[in-house]
C-alpha cells in the first residue's frame, strides 16, 4: 500500500478517533500541527481493534490533560524520528529473511510498536536512566544507541554481542553501557527487578554514605520498565506496582497493549479488557493512555510522564495501545485465531506508514526523499546483517564462563582464616552468631540492606523506643534496626517473589542486599525469581551484569508441631541450579564464618539456617574475631575414624554423632566429615574419607529419592568404586511429608536410631 493511499486512511481514522473519544458535548478536536505536539490530543484514548462481541464496552477515555507549551521539532527531528522506525521494522524484516533462509534461528519482532518506542528513548537518557525492556522493545534501544550490527550480532548469536555474547535469543536486550539490564525470557520477572534498581537510587537519597557507592546514581535518574498486556496477569507485575507505588519510586512503565498475548486476547487476559483502568487508584503513579502508534502523540505523554517522574512525585504509567502486524514470533502464526478483517484494521493504523504519509502530506519531504531515506536504511540493515554474519561465534570452551564471578573466589585461601581464630567471650547459639556477623558486617560495608517479612525490630518507627521489638520470628536479626536504621533495615510486604526480584534490582546497582524468607516451606514463590533471574544474571549476560545477593532461609524440621509447611528440606532442587552458591552450617561457629564470606563473595548465595539448631547448645561457640572465614566447598572433619565414613550436614551431624558413639562401644570406628556448602561441596574431602575407610554413609534430612544425597552416592561409585568394599549407602527422610503429630513426624524423618542401623549393617556388610 502506498504512503498516500495510507494517509486518506489515517485521516479517516483520525476522524473517528476524535469523534469516538471526544465527549458527547464537544466537537472532535481540530488537526495537530506537523511539527507542534498537543498535550490535550495525545491524552485521548487510542483507537481501539474490533472486539468480538461478547468482550466488554470500552473503557472511557483518561481525563484529557491542561494544553502546554512544547518546543517544536524541526524537520531534521521529524526524519531522524522516521528513519528509527524504519530502520527498526527493516531491522525485522531482515531477521525474518535470515530466519527463512536457516541462518539464524529465532525471531521475535518489536513491529507496530516503533512509535511510542522511539518516543521514549527520545525523552529518557541512555546511561543516565536505567532500562528494563521487553523483547518488543528493538525500536527503544536503537534510539537509546544500539547499532544494526550490535542487534544482528544478537540474531546470529556472535561472541561480540553486547546483549548476551550469543548466550540468549534475539531481541533480548541488555546494554552495559546503554544501561540496559540483562533481559530474559520470562514475562513480568522484569518488574520487580526495576522496582529494586529504583530502590537503589531511593535508598541513596536516604543514606548519605550510599550516594558514591550506588552505581550511576542521579537524583532525577528514571528507571523504564515495559511489558505487554498479557505480562499484566502476572502476579509480579502487582507485587511490583505496590512497591513502586507505595516508596514512590521514579519508574516509568511502558504498557504497549498489542490486543494479544500470543493467541489470547486482552479482553480474555485482563478484567474489563483494560490493565490501566485497574490501577488508576494506584497512588503516586500517574496514569496516561495513547495511541502508541502516533509516534508525536507519544512523544508529548511520555515527556508529560517522565518530567512528573523527575520532579519527584512518584511513577508514570503509559498505557500505549498499539499493534501488532506480523504473528508473535516465528513460531507462531497468527493466522490461525485471528480474522482478516481485524488484521486488515491494524495495517491501517500501522505507525510507519502513517507517519511517513504525514511527511509527506505536510510537506516536509516529498515521496521519493521518503523512498530515499529508505533505500538508504535498506542498504544499511543489509551491510549490517554482512557484518554480523561474519563475526566470529562463541567458543565452545567458553560454556562454563561466568557461571560464578571470576575475580572474586569464596572457595580461596583469603577467605579460610578458621584455623587457630581466637575465640572470646561467652558462648552463644547459632542465632547469636548470625546475628553478630550481621552487625559487624552491616558496620563495615554500608552497602548492605537487610529487609524480608517481620526482620525489622518494627516498622513504625515512633515507637522503637516502645517495644522491645522484634527482629525476625528466631529473632535473628534482632537490634539491626535500633543500630543502622531504617533506611537500611526494613520490612517488606508479605511477597517472597518481591523481596527476592527487588533485591536482584538492588544488587545489579552495586548494593549487598541480605534478605530473609521467612521459612523454607515458603520460598517457592521466589523461585521463579531464585532460578530464572537470580542464579542467571550474570551467565546470560556474558559476564556483563551480577546480583550478588544472600538469601537467609530457615529450614528443616525437628520441630514438634512444625508439621507439613514448617518442616520442608528440598535443598536438592536448589542445588541443582548452576550460578547458586548453597550454603548449610551445623553449629553456631561455622554459620558465623559462612555468613561472613557469603556476605562478602560475589556470587548469589543461599544460606540455609536449620531451625532446630537455632538454640542448641550443643553447638554453642565462643565469638571469632569481626573478620573470622570458613570458605565454600572446604568440608570439617567432625570426627576422625577408621572403619567407616559418615558424609552428612545440618541436624544430621549431631544425629550421627550420637550414633557413632554408640557404634564405637560395639567396636566400630566412625569418621563424621560435615560438607557445610551443598554447592561447591568438598570433593577431595570425600575422596580421602573414602580411600581411608572404605565403607561410606551418606546421610541427610532429605527425602529418600531424588535427594541431595543421591548425587554425591553416585559421584563416589563411579569415581571411587575402585576403593568400596561395600555399597555406599543412604540415611534419609521418607519419601512423604512432616507430619504434626510427634510420633509420625520422629518416623517420617531420619533419626540417630537409623543412622546407627545403617552403621551396624554396612559394618557386617
Known amino acids: 500500500m502506498s504512503d498516500t493511499k495510507v494517509l486518506k486512511l489515517v485521516r479517516k481514522s483520525e476522524v473517528e478517533i476524535d469523534h469516538a473519544e471526544a465527549p458527547a458535548e464537544k466537537k472532535a478536536e481540530p488537526a495537530r500541527p506537523a511539527v507542534q505536539l498537543s498535550v490535550a490530543q495525545a491524552a485521548t484514548a487510542p483507537a481501539t481493534v474490533p472486539q468480538p462481541p461478547s468482550a466488554p464496552a470500552k473503557p472511557r477515555a483518561a481525563k484529557t490533560a491542561k494544553p502546554r507549551e512544547q518546543a517544536r521539532l524541526d524537520r531534521d527531528q521529524l526524519l531522524a524520528i522516521y528513519r528509527t522506525m524504519y530502520l527498526s521494522r527493516k531491522l525485522d524484516d531482515k531477521e525474518i529473511q535470515l530466519k527463512g533462509q536457516n541462518k539464524i534461528f529465532f525471531q521475535i519482532s518489536g513491529a507496530g510498536h516503533e512509535a511510542v518506542l522511539v518516543a521514549a528513548g527520545m525523552v529518557l537518557k541512555p546511561a543516565y536512566d536505567w532500562f528494563y525492556p521487553y523483547y518488543r522493545d528493538r525500536a527503544l534501544c536503537l534510539q537509546l544507541g544500539m547499532t544494526p550490527v550490535e542487534q544482528l550480532l544478537s540474531a546470529v548469536g556472535a561472541e561480540a554481542d553486547p546483549n548476551s555474547h550469543g548466550r540468549q535469543m534475539p531481541s533480548h536486550w541488555g546494554h552495559k553501557k546503554l544501561n540496559i539490564v540483562s533481559q530474559s525470557s520470562p514475562t513480568g520477572t522484569q518488574m520487580l527487578q526495576a522496582a529494586g534498581c529504583a530502590e537503589a537510587g531511593y535508598r541513596a537519597k536516604l543514606i548519605k554514605e550510599l550516594k558514591q557507592k550506588v552505581t550511576g546514581f542521579h537524583a532525577d535518574e528514571v528507571v523504564y520498565v ?27 512503565i511502558l504498557l504497549e497493549d498489542n490486543g494479544y498475548a500470543i493467541s489470547v486476547p486482552v479482553e480474555v487476559q485482563t478484567c474489563g479488557a483494560d490493565a490501566s483502568k485497574l490501577v488508576e487508584n494506584f497512588p503516586n503513579l500517574l496514569v496516561q493512555r495513547v495511541d502508541g502508534t502516533d509516534v508525536l502523540a507519544s512523544l508529548d505523554v511520555m515527556q508529560k510522564a517522565v518530567d512528573y517522574i523527575r520532579a519527584g512525585n512518584g511513577a508514570a504509567l503509559v498505557h ?18 485471528r480474522p482478516d478483517e481485524e488484521r486488515v484494521s491494524d ?46 561465534q562463541p567458543d565452545p570452551q567458553s560454556a562454563t564462563r561466568y557461571i560464578y564471578s571470576p575475580d572474586v573466589d569464596p572457595t580461596g585461601k583469603e577467605f579460610d582464616n578458621e584455623d587457630g581464630a581466637e575465640l572470646s567471650g561467652n558462648p552463644g547459639t547459632m542465632v547469636d552468631l548470625i546475628n553478630r556477623c550481621l552487625h559487624t558486617e552491616m558496620a563495615r560495608d554500608p552497602r548492605i540492606l537487610v529487609f524480608g517479612e517481620d526482620v525489622a525490630d518494627v516498622s513504625r518507627d515512633v515507637y522503637l523506643e516502645k517495644v522491645k521489638g522484634k527482629g525476625g520470628v528466631f529473632k535473628v536479626t534482632a537490634n539491626l ?35 530473609e524468607i521467612q521459612f523454607f516451606d515458603y520460598i517457592w514463590p521466589a523461585f521463579h525469581q531464585i532460578r530464572n ?37 528440598g535443598v536438592s532442587t536448589f542445588t541443582q541450579i548452576p550460578g547458586l552458591r548453597v550454603v548449610y552450617p551445623s553449629n553456631a561457629l561455622d554459620a558465623n564464618g559462612l555468613l561472613r564470606t557469603a556476605i562478602r563473595c560475589d556470587d548469589p548465595v543461599l544460606f540455609l539456617e536449620h531451625k532446630h539448631l537455632y538454640r542448641q547448645t550443643y553447638n554453642k561457640s565462643q565469638y571469632p574475631p569481626d573478620d573470622f572465614m570458613i570458605p565454600f566447598g572446604k568440608a570439617k572433619t567432625v570426627r576422625e575414624g577408621a572403619d567407616l565414613s559418615i558424609i552428612t550436614y545440618g541436624a544430621l551431624v549431631q544425629r550421627s554423632v550420637v550414633a557413632a ?20 561441596y568438598d570433593w577431595d574431602a570425600i575422596v580421602a574419607t573414602v580411600k581411608k575407610t572404605g565403607r561410606v554413609i551418606v546421610a541427610h534430612e532429605d527425602c529418600l529419592s531424588f535427594g541431595y544425597g543421591a548425587e554425591i552416592a553416585a559421584r563416589i561409585a563411579d569415581e571411587l568404586f575402585e576403593y568400596l568394599d561395600a555399597p ?9 511429608f512432616v507430619a504434626y503429630a510427634p510420633q509420625v513426624e520422629d518416623a517420617i524423618l531420619p533419626q540417630a536410631t537409623d543412622v546407627a542401623k545403617a552403621i551396624a549393617e554396612l559394618k557386617a556388610y
Open 728 to 736: 555406599v549407602k543412604r540415611v534419609a527422610a521418607l519419601d512423604t
Open 533 to 569: 533471574e537470580l542464579a542467571l544474571m550474570r551467565w546470560r549476560s556474558g559476564g556483563d551484569w551480577k546480583a550478588p545477593v544472600v538469601i537467609r532461609v530457615p529450614i528443616g524440621g525437628y520441630l514438634k508441631g512444625g508439621a507439613v509447611y514448617h518442616s520442608q528440606s
Open 481 to 515: 534496626q535500633r543500630k543502622f536504621g531504617s533506611e537500611r533495615v526494613y520490612n517488606s510486604p508479605l511477597a517472597e517473589a518481591n523481596i527476592v526480584g527487588r533485591a536482584i534490582g538492588l544488587a545489579t546497582r552495586g548494593l549487598k542486599p541480605v534478605v
Open 226 to 252: 515495559s511489558l505487554g498486556d498479557g505480562t499484566t496477569s502476572e502476579g509480579e507485575t502487582w507485587e511490583a506496582l505496590n512497591t513502586i507505588c507505595n516508596l514512590k519510586l521514579p519508574v516509568l
Open 661 to 680: 558413639k554408640q557404634a564405637e562401644k560395639e567396636g566400630v570406628n566412625v569418621e563424621i566429615i560435615d560438607l557445610r556448602t551443598l554447592a561447591p
Open 320 to 337: 500505549a495501545k498499539v499493534i501488532r502486524p506480523y504473528s508473535h514470533s516465528l513460531s507462531d502464526d497468527e493466522k490461525l485465531y
Open 347 to 392: 495495517s491501517e493504523r500501522d505507525p510507519i506508514k502513517r507517519f511517513g504519509a504525514h511527511l509527506v502530506h505536510e510537506g516536509l519531504i516529498a515521496q521519493d526523499g521518503l523512498q530515499k531515506i529508505k533505500d538508504d536504511i535498506d542498504h544499511e540493515v543489509s551491510a549490517a546483517a554482512d557484518l554480523a554474519l561474519a563475526s566470529p
